[in-house]
């Protein structure tokens, strides 16, 4: 299997989704987050998402924890 055969897998897997239902590519969600700032965990940037900005659950979970994963 070559690599543009592969499948994606993980958080990246939402993204297509994410755009297509929300209008904004990820990198707009991102920078989302990075202007939320250090401070704030896991389940508060999902909730941030969800509440001021209507994601669903799924997948504010994914963009967090792509974002959080890509920090490391």
């Known amino acids: 299997m070559t690599t543009a055969e592969k499948k994606v897998q ?3 897997s ?3 989704s994410i755009e297509k239902k929300y209008g904004q590519p990820v990198a707009h969600w991102f ?3 990075q202007s ?3 401070g ?3 389940m508060e940037l999902v909730a ?3 509440t001021e900005h209507r994601l669903g659950h799924g997948h504010a979970n994914a963009l967090v924890a792509y974002h ?3 920090k490391r």
């Open 10 to 12: 993980g958080p990246a």
């Open 68 to 70: 959080l994963a890509s």
């Open 36 to 38: 939320a700032g250090d």
């Open 48 to 50: 941030l998402l969800k």
């Open 31 to 33: 920078g989302v987050l």
């Open 40 to 42: 704030l965990k896991h």
């Open 14 to 16: 939402y993204f297509p």
